[in-house]
């Protein structure tokens, strides 16, 4: 298929279901630590936990379709799509299995689903302020998810070229340590006309996402670590005010304490320093260092061979 966006600056692409998915691996050590991004997210918005955790293990990040560099698929796509999609790629990479498996916001949905569906394959998860299946258990009423989802047809309106311009600025801001190649194309392709609306669209199902983890098998007993961030920043407040995000921020917080305390190997560690979606960009070491705390643990469960 044609190309017609500028090429990513590093990584490379394979044939997925007909679609060319961007990835880049690099290390060579057990486990591989898989990483899945939220809505809307990239997989070289984790360059700099990638080349952390590559040092000592394997690392791969990938943009599903529809995100990224990435080949266009129509949005939202259902849990099994996504996961099916995923596993495949492992396979045509020849990725040893198992995982550890990092997931941000509706990835860390994404990942939990790929637990209840092929538990022997995930040696652990590393959950970044995931979406859960009782979200709405822990939020005000205003702001539940089942009161707040659009309908899956709705669009997301045009934003303002001076809009674009200050998501391009905090952008920059927060990809302020990332290489300037990488920074610049990131930057550049999450302002592009097709990618803006990316997050948007990947949301508009939550509702069933969170069904199918109801309604799915139980999770593997695996050592499980969630990362929160309690920061705001600019960006969540050009669509929400202050209160509501904090009355959200306190809505999860109980949620990931409440997940934490019913997983026999789970633990909830809190970020102050970071909001929601800069997690991953801006507290790298945080994120390579628990994911380096989970090798430790699943290593001294037997389950990989350092």
């Known amino acids: ?39 809307g997210s990239f997989g070289l918005d984790f360059f700099l936990v990638h080349e952390r955790v590559s040092v000592q293990a394997t690392s791969l990040l990938y943009d599903r379709a529809g995100t990224g560099w990435s080949d266009d698929v129509s949005l939202p796509r259902s849990t099994d799509e996504v996961t099916d999609e995923l596993r495949e790629l492992l396979q045509m990479l020849d990725v040893p299995s198992p995982y550890l498996m990092v997931g941000h916001s509706l990835g860390g949905a994404y990942i939990q689903r790929y637990a209840q569906r092929f538990p022997g394959e995930v040696a652990g998860l ?4 995931p979406l ?4 709405d258990e822990y939020q005000p009423n205003h702001l539940k998810l089942a009161a707040s989802v659009p309908s899956e047809d709705a669009q997301l309106p045009d934003l303002p070229p001076q809009v674009i311009d200050q998501l391009r600025v905090m952008l ?5 340590g990332f290489p300037e190649p990488v920074r610049e194309a990131v930057v550049a392709r999450h302002v592009s006309a097709d990618r803006i609306p990316t997050g948007f669209r990947e949301g508009l199902n939550a509702l069933a996402i ?5 309604g799915g098998a139980l999770r593997p007993d695996v050592p499980v670590t969630i990362l929160s961030a309690t920061g705001i920043d600019a960006q969540q407040l050009m669509f929400a005010t202050e209160d509501q995000l904090r009355e959200q921020i306190q809505g999860s917080e109980r949620l990931y304490d409440a997940i934490a305390a019913t ?44």
């Open 1 to 39: 298929m044609l190309r017609m966006v500028e090429p990513p600056p590093v990584g490379t692409f394979i044939d997925i279901q007909g679609r060319q998915l961007w990835y880049l691996r690099a290390g060579a050590s057990a486990p591989a630590v898989v990483v899945v991004p939220g809505a």
């Open 210 to 214: 969170l069904d199918d983890l109801r």
């Open 132 to 135: 859960h299946e009782d979200w």
């Open 263 to 306: 997983l026999p190997q789970g633990a909830h560690l809190t970020v102050t320093d970071a909001s929601h979606a800069t997690l991953p960009m801006a507290r790298p070491a945080v994120v390579s260092d628990a994911v380096f705390r989970l090798i430790a643990r699943v290593a001294e469960m037997g389950r990989i061979t350092k």
């Open 126 to 129: 590393l959950l970044l302020d």
């Open 172 to 176: 920059r801001e927060t990809l302020a």
